[in-house]
């Protein structure tokens, strides 16, 4: 076993258990080296069957795995110090419910010899453990080894509520697209897929409630989802410990809604004019004046809330259009039939109908920002407002005595800076320039500005979100990562270290890129952060005067 002088300065000179992606709350580590030939993880009593299913899942991909950092690219082979002798799985409760109260905490003890332990409370716990025990594993000559052993991990998540938005109506993605995603999101701890499946370009996901939906609404017949693919996406992504979150978005962004039901719609496809109607084209709203859109829109929430499993439904609320309502002939003789009524009264009587029979199923209702604050209606205390205009609507949301996931445009937007889309808008911009870097991404606190610890409680998580506009199956991997693994780690780990010292992008960027490679082994094509030699000689790539 050889390794360099030069070899053993470089790996002095960079963290230790480098990879480890979202760190770790907790992490002892010894200064010896384990030898690694095959992995047996084994389950010690009954864990259930999402535990036992990751257990082969992470067991065959560990021992099909040959990581090498591209830190340590020269290194061939490191001395060991002991034997790896497998892996003893333990959980508290099969329970295999998941929610936003489920417990994700996990501990990973690896001796220098002999066998390592995992124990969870949860099955998601184990998954979380699983996950954390794969990324300690490097390749070392014509096997494995884990260094910097012993190491003792206890983590669990800063914050309950770390998701991924995905747009499939601007432009499909196909079923196994999604499930890659899923296997990211796995790899970085996220757990809360919201999956965006419908707005006003297209209705993909099948209704049996109203079927012309997506027979009129989907780009082809080919471009859809059945109720049975919608149900084992739910099953593939709860046996990742990932939440599947819908949103049916209305009154607002339903043009195509109108391609099967037109008798409920307002301002239909207005042109040239559309920016006049809708924030993009095509314009189209529900009629809200019409009493058939709330037994319309309930329906439709009672047919997805049964398909849906989890008790959090999204129902929109956004960008909704008054000039469009103000002008449309059935509300101008509802408002004219009703003195003291006016759109605004008539919006938060809308909303309320939907929000009351949507709670009389047991859901709870995720709304964007503007049902809470650009209207007159107050939601129940329990609904779930995604913030998103800017980083001051999470501090003033909390101050309502609302739960806020944080999705600032101007963070955590994944689609800005690719230009505009509009064809005829030669020297337009996206709307949200300029492009969000990691780093722009990392530098957010959601808690930031926020002093009350009750209010800071209120602060559910965040989400990174991907519009897709510009976003197919084609592009999809590099737009979303690794960059939506810097929240996945501010989401997990916090925005602080075990002393209290705010991580930086330039204290973390050599484990993002360690993370960006082992993704890529994994099948998932995440774009590079630097140039490869950059990657190679950590902090040689930083500007003097920001260090």
């Not at 999604?178 to 999956?195: E, F, Q």
């Not at 995720?366 to 650009?374: A, P």
Request: hydrophobic share 35%; with cysteine.
């Amino acid at each position: 076993m050889k390794i360099t002088a030069s070899a053993i300065g470089l790996l002095a000179a960079i963290p230790s258990v480098l990879g480890v992606w979202p760190i770790p709350r907790t992490l002892k580590e010894g200064s010896s080296n384990s030898e690694v030939w095959w992995v047996n993880i084994k389950p010690s009593g009954n864990v259930g069957s999402i535990v036992s299913n990751a257990i082969q899942r992470y067991q065959d991909l560990i021992n099909k795995e040959s990581f090498q950092s591209p830190v340590t690219w020269n290194v061939t082979q490191v001395k060991t110090n002991g034997s790896f002798g497998g892996v003893s799985l333990s959980v508290e409760s099969t329970d295999e419910t998941l929610n936003l109260d489920t417990d994700e905490s996990y501990t990973l003890d690896v001796p220098v010899s002999g066998e390592a332990t995992l124990k969870a409370k949860t099955p998601y716990g184990a998954l979380r453990g699983l996950e954390t025990l794969s990324q300690l594993f490097v390749a070392n000559g014509n096997g494995k080894a884990i260094r910097n052993t012993p190491i003792h991990i206890e983590d669990s998540p800063f914050f309950p509520h770390r998701g991924l938005q995905i747009d499939t109506s601007r432009n499909y993605l196909p079923v196994s697209t999604l499930k890659r995603t899923i296997d990211a999101m796995s790899y970085n701890k996220m757990n809360v897929l919201h999956w965006h499946i419908v707005d006003a370009q297209s209705w993909p996901v099948e209704s049996k409630t109203f079927p012309d939906l997506q027979k009129n609404g989907a780009y082809s017949a080919k471009e859809t989802y059945s109720h049975a693919e919608v149900r084992d996406l739910i099953q593939y992504a709860k046996g990742r410990g990932i939440r599947v979150i819908p949103e049916f978005d209305v009154p607002g962004h339903t043009y195509i809604v109108g391609k099967a039901r037109p008798d409920l719609m307002s301002c239909m496809d207005i042109q040239p004019n559309w920016d006049q109607y809708a924030a993009e084209p095509p314009s189209g709203q529900l009629n809200i004046a019409k009493p058939e859109t709330i037994e319309f829109t309930n329906k439709l929430v009672k047919e997805y809330t049964g398909l849906f499993t989890d008790n959090v439904f999204h129902i929109g609320g956004d960008e909704v259009n008054r000039k469009c309502w103000k002008e449309d002939p059935d509300v101008q003789k509802y408002l004219a039939a009703h003195p003291g009524e006016d759109v605004e009264t008539l919006l938060a009587s809308w909303y309320s109908k939907v929000h009351e029979y949507l709670g009389s199923l047991n859901r709870t209702a995720y709304t964007w920002e503007e049902t809470l604050f650009h209207t007159k209606y107050e939601p129940p205390k329990d609904t779930i407002v995604q913030t998103w205009i800017d980083e001051q609507s999470i501090p003033k949301t909390v101050a309502k005595g609302y739960r806020s996931v944080a999705s600032p445009a101007n963070y955590y937007y994944l689609d800005c800076g690719h230009g505009a889309w509009l064809s005829n808008w030669s020297a337009g911009n996206s709307w949200c320039d300029p492009f969000k870097t990691w780093m722009k991404m990392y530098s957010f606190d959601p808690l930031a500005n926020i002093t009350d610890p009750a209010q800071q409680k209120l602060v559910l998580g965040g989400e990174a979100l991907l519009w897709a506009e510009q976003s197919d199956e084609i592009v999809l991997d590099g737009r979303l990562w690794p960059r939506a693994a810097a929240v996945a780690e501010t989401t997990w780990s916090g925005k602080k270290d075990a002393n209290g010292h705010v991580r930086t992008p330039g204290q973390v960027a050599a484990r993002l890129h360690e993370q960006r490679f082992r993704m890529v082994g994994r099948g998932i094509a995440a774009e590079p952060m630097q140039p490869l030699w950059c990657v190679r000689n950590p902090g040689h790539c930083n500007l003097p005067m920001l260090d």
